[in-house]
């Protein structure tokens, strides 16, 4: 680590700043932005004495701080463009054509992945996920990302750049922000129509089945209006059916009762007649046994 490096005066402020934002025994923690602005500082990489500083500002050994240096893509340990270029080829950006993309970076800076161009002014770099897969594909270049590229748009972008101007970042189809393609798509709103977009067929059958809900609900409105007096009506009829139902009934009851009552009263006398008779028979048997019975001497 031979090279000098020191941050001037604003940029040695800005990092105390950060160390300051970390609690005691945690300024390690800031060893992420403090390589990053060394790096702005340094036209966009880090060379060895700006590592050895940082080491040396956050009591740290310096290979610790060259393993995160290392590690993250956007940190660079050697000189690099004006305006880096990172295409990002992992799966979901690469399912959406990022092949294409670096094709057309190739083509219009004239250099392959982790190349420089002669006049110094563009890096072209490879990097994995940047996170906006939803937008496939992304590109970033320098702080900007430029989403839902194509070879086209990417041609387009780097011809900007090239005239010293920066083309607006983001989605390069018009989408907004992650919105699906076409514009944004809800179940309680109606859906928003790209300025001169016919109408979808899902559109109008979205709309042709609200129209129908509101007619269907007018329609048992009036219904509802129409019988009401009739509903009226048919309540009175079931209650008098019901009362005099209830009125049948409690005659059945006494009926059964009254009838319960007279069967008791003439079983009583039945049994009250048997006995008698039975009582009557007896005697008549005893008399009959006296007849017979010898006469004691
Ligand atoms: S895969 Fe390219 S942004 Fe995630």
């Not at 750049?161 to 992650?178: M, N, V």
Request: glycine share 8%; with cysteine.
């Amino acid at each position: 680590m031979s090279e000098v490096f020191e941050f001037t005066g604003e940029n040695l402020a800005q990092a105390k700043d950060f160390v300051a934002r970390y609690p005691e025994g945690r300024q390690r923690s800031a060893v992420m932005p403090l390589l990053d602005l060394a790096q702005r500082q340094n036209g966009g990489w880090l060379p060895d004495g700006a590592v050895g500083t940082i080491a040396e500002m956050l009591d740290m050994a310096p290979i610790r701080v060259l393993e995160v240096a290392t590690f993250y893509s956007m940190y660079k340990r050697s000189p690099v463009g004006k305006h880096q270029i990172n295409v990002c080829t992992t799966t979901p950006c690469w399912l959406r054509g990022s092949d294409e993309v670096v094709g057309a970076c190739r083509n219009a800076l004239g250099v392959g992945i982790g190349e420089t161009t002669r006049d110094g002014e563009f890096t072209l770099g490879e990097v994995e996920c940047l996170g906006a897969c939803v937008n496939a594909p992304v590109v970033q270049v320098d702080d900007d990302y430029y989403e839902d590229v194509d070879a086209r748009s990417m041609a387009d972008i780097i011809e900007a750049l090239k005239r010293g101007t920066r083309p607006p970042p983001g989605s390069q189809t018009g989408r907004q922000t992650s919105a699906p393609e076409g514009g944004p798509l809800t179940l309680t709103g109606e859906a928003a129509k790209p300025a001169g977009k016919k109408a979808s067929k899902k559109d109008d059958a979205v709309e042709g089945s609200e129209a129908e809900a509101s007619e269907a609900e007018a329609t048992d409105a009036e219904a509802g209006e129409a019988v009401e007096p009739e509903t009226v009506e048919t309540e009175a009829v079931e209650i008098e059916l019901e009362t005099e139902v209830e009125a049948v009934e409690t005659e059945t009851e006494a009926t059964e009762t009254e009838a319960t009552e007279t069967e008791a009263t003439e079983t009583e006398a039945t049994d009250l007649e048997a006995g008698e008779t039975e009582a009557v028979e007896a005697d008549d048997d005893e008399a009959a046994g006296d007849k017979l019975r010898p006469e004691k001497e």
